[in-house]
């Protein structure tokens, strides 16, 4: 069993930064991969970034690479995404997930606004 909560939403201008955590309590936190979602009003969830368990893989999604970074701590259990040069299609509902074979969790989600 493992339980997410993302925090480091907020407002920022366009081309400004972010960075959200997610902190993550319970069993065998280090084996799981570790994913960003969001999803934008009136629009379906998207994938963001994933992260291996060890931290030394990683995938973007096409429309954040170079603008987005993804690290693990898994010393802390917690994973943080640092956002920069946002954009306001950027704006949107993050939530952080953690997978295995037959198992994901999610956490409550976390509102990023980007304005122009």
């Known amino acids: 069993q493992v339980q997410l909560v993302e925090s480091g939403g907020g407002l920022v201008q366009a081309g400004g930064s972010l960075s959200l955590s997610c902190a993550a309590s319970g069993r065998s936190f280090s084996s799981y991969l570790i994913a960003w979602f969001r999803q934008a009003p009136g629009k379906e969830r998207e994938f963001v970034v994933v992260?291996?368990?060890?931290?030394?893989?990683?995938h973007y999604a096409d429309s954040v690479k170079g603008r987005f970074t993804i690290s693990r701590d898994n010393f802390k259990s917690t994973v943080a995404l640092q956002m920069n040069s946002l954009k306001p299609e950027d704006t949107a509902v993050y939530y952080c997930n953690a997978n295995r074979p037959m198992r994901t969790y999610w956490g409550q989600g976390t509102q990023v606004t980007v304005s122009s």
């Open positions: 992260i291996n368990s060890s931290g030394g893989w990683r």
